[in-house]
């Protein structure tokens, strides 16, 4: 029996040569995964499989060939088993130079790097949105004047061409749709960083954003409700009360006479804000990848935070259950009631309140002191929510705050609403009765329980210049929240984001506030509350919870205490106290101690392979397994194999660890 007979026969034994085909690719890529240790991906594993099958007869008949087993010869029966032995070798270098493409094709282009055609195609489409989108907000830009060449002058307060960019701004922004449109909401309550021209502009786009036709929301509606408009209520006003940036409010009377108001979401707005928010985390992420404030500032975290916002905001069940946690603890500050059996993701049906905007509100006939009474009540409602009740409305914009028929206030649009735990409650109330006292201390220690420190700070120096800030208490409220964030990024503190989102909202509230009385003194008093606050949140019933819960734990760890002392006072008689300290306690410095130890043990036997195969393959002695070929020679092929594979892993191991650091 021939060589290449033996190998036609084994090769092509099985009618089903697809099927053969594709289980040894599957298994040459399981093995190839396996050896290298890593997870590469299937396709070029498969492909790896396949080269294999179409290389490996080639090199097992060279390789008989130059071992003295040429074709044509007749094989005894202990010869068959040399050339078995020679096959499986040759299959298995094929094997291995397969591997060694898998991995020069990883590391030049890694797993992952290379989309799959299902995800090549999503990327394309989502790529095009992209591209129309940027086009189309750059055609908006230039349309309104927005890209013309201007000087410094444009963001001077008082100059023209500062009235002309913040108008032009805000068009620009109103005209591209609902993502620009609640940045420049954000935009318009930063009266600190922004001249008075472009808050007034950008304060338009609170309730003054272009409305959808009814014709194109009605659908809309319909859908959402589960049913005919006509149905569900007894009439629907087709004219918007408001325009929102992700919906648009329209009033409505049910079959029982109620009047609500219907918060309907724009029908484009879920698709719009998909590939705004692609478009703004991407950018985001370039900035922070290649520039070095992007970084210091974490733009792209901040990114990240808005638009979890502008999403949680789209769906309005969320909005429907904080409408009824804050309602629960309101007191000062009215909030319409909901109807879930009504609402669903996409619409809200709510109690309609019959007042005015505070933007579009007229105080100049409001006696002096109803306005305090006003300013009052409002502070007081949401630093009752921010220190009480911990759930809070986050966007306290002008075009949120309603002023009712009756005198009252109210709330509207919860699409922002921020949390806070109770030991952060706690810290916030204590903070601010320690700057009543203009303890800086006091207020440092407070500050830091509510911050994340980094190790290397100078508490010392932080205290300073916490004393330092206290004495700017006499402006507004919003400066002192700017130098307050920037006291904290000086000495790197780590503010969690909805701790910055509650100080943001108490920042912003100024500007509603000095609606109703412009001499009003914001921080005067929430200081003057702070201690009212404080009380309110531990109640007899609460403090009797607390003291029972420590109790508790108290009562246990004195019951421990006597024998602890005990055997802690016998040790140090005895000389035999001993205080270990374990190195490398965390798991992730074991974990890596650990892969280094496993891979340089692969090294070292890949290295011994080599050499050891070198030994081999240099010996003239030793018994023929085939007319050519020694045995020591083919069992130094075997190491020589055995290196080249261990070799392959290490190396593509080394590149993937150096990537993912």
């Known amino acids: ?5 033996s190998l036609n026969e084994a090769l092509l034994s099985i009618p089903a040569w697809i099927v053969t085909i594709g289980l040894f690719a599957f298994s040459a890529g399981f093995l190839a995964r396996r050896l290298l240790g890593v997870p590469i991906g299937w396709p070029r594993s498969i492909v790896v499989g396949l080269i294999v099958y179409a290389a490996g007869a080639p090199v097992a008949t060279l390789f008989a060939s130059t071992s003295g087993l040429s074709a044509g010869t007749e094989l005894s029966p202990s010869a068959l088993g ?23 094709v990883e590391v030049l282009w890694p797993t992952g790097s290379i989309p799959t055609p299902l995800a090549y195609f999503r990327a394309r489409r989502a790529s095009k949105a992209r ?38 701004l805000a068009k620009t922004l109103n005209q591209a749709g609902v993502s620009f449109i609640k940045l420049g909401q ?14 007034s502009e950008l304060s338009v786009l609170q309730t003054r954003a272009e409305p959808e036709n009814w014709t194109d929301l009605e659908p809309a509606l319909a859908a959402a409700l589960g049913a005919p408009v006509d149905q569900v209520f007894a009439s629907v006003s087709t004219e918007p009360l408001a325009s929102a940036s992700v919906a648009q409010v329209h009033a ?22 998909t590939v705004d928010l692609d478009i703004i985390e991407r950018f985001a992420g370039t900035l922070e990848n290649r520039t070095g404030w992007g970084k210091a500032l974490g733009v792209k975290a901040l990114a990240s935070g808005f638009a979890d916002s502008l999403r949680e905001e789209l769906d309005y069940t969320a909005e429907l259950e904080s409408m009824r946690t804050i309602a629960s603890g309101a007191s000062t500050i009215r909030i319409p009631t909901v109807y ?35 300013a009052e009540s409002l502070l007081r409602g949401v630093l009752a929510q921010v220190v009480v009740s911990g759930v809070f409305h986050a966007d306290l914009h002008p075009g949120n705050i309603l002023l009712l028929a009756s005198g009252e206030l109210a709330l509207l649009d919860f699409g922002s609403v921020g949390r806070l735990g109770k030991d952060t409650r706690t810290s916030l109330a204590g903070f601010l009765v320690a700057v009543k006292a203009e303890d800086n201390v006091a207020a440092a220690e407070r500050l830091l329980e509510m911050l ?7 508490r010392r120096q932080f205290e300073r210049d916490l004393g330092v800030l206290l004495t700017y208490l006499g402006g507004s409220t919003s400066s002192l ?4 964030f920037r006291l904290v990024q000086q000495h790197a503190l780590g503010v969690p984001a909805q701790l910055a989102a509650a100080l943001r909202a108490i920042g912003a509230l100024e500007g509603s506030i000095k609606l109703i009385e412009p001499g009003f003194d914001v921080i005067a008093e929430a200081q003057k509350q702070s201690s009212s606050l404080l009380a309110s949140m531990y109640s007899a019933e609460s403090l009797k919870h607390l003291l029972a819960s420590n109790a508790i734990g108290l009562v246990s760890a004195l019951q421990r205490l006597p024998g602890n002392l005990s055997s802690l006072s016998e040790k140090i008689e005895q000389g035999t106290l001993q205080v270990r300290v374990r190195q490398f306690s965390d798991a992730g410095d074991r974990s890596f101690l650990t892969s280094l130890a496993h891979e340089g043990i692969v090294a070292l036997i890949a290295i011994a392979a080599v050499i050891g195969s070198i030994v081999l393959v240099g010996l003239d002695t030793g018994p023929m397994l085939a007319p050519n070929l020694r045995l020591y020679t083919f069992f130094g092929y075997t190491l020589a194999l055995g290196g080249f594979v261990f070799g392959l892993r290490t190396l593509v191991r080394a590149f993937r660890g150096k990537r993912e650091r």
């Open 82 to 104: 040399a050339a078995a032995l020679i096959v499986v070798l040759s299959f298995a270098w094929a094997f291995a130079f397969g591997i060694g493409l898998l991995v020069l």
């Open 252 to 273: 409505a009377v049910l079959p029982n006479g109620d009047a609500v108001v219907v918060k309907v979401q724009r029908p484009q707005a879920l698709a719009q804000v």
């Open 340 to 374: 879930p059996e009504l609402s669903s993701k996409r619409v809200l049906v709510m109690e309609r309140l019959d007042g005015v905007p505070l933007g579009e509100a007229d105080f100049s006939a409001v006696p002096a002191p109803e306005r305090q009474r006003l």
């Open 131 to 168: 591209r129309r989108r940027y086009f189309r907000v750059a055609a908006l830009a230039i349309r309104n004047g927005l890209l013309r060449p201007v000087g410094a002058r444009a963001i001077q307060s008082g100059t023209p061409e500062a009235t002309r960019t913040a108008r032009a």
């Open 186 to 199: 954000t935009m318009s309550t930063r009266a600190d960083m922004l001249p008075a021209e472009y808050i």
């Open 481 to 484: 929240v700017t130098r307050l």
């Open 1 to 5: 029996m021939s060589v290449e007979t």
């Open 452 to 458: 994340d420190p980094p190790p290397e700070l100078d």
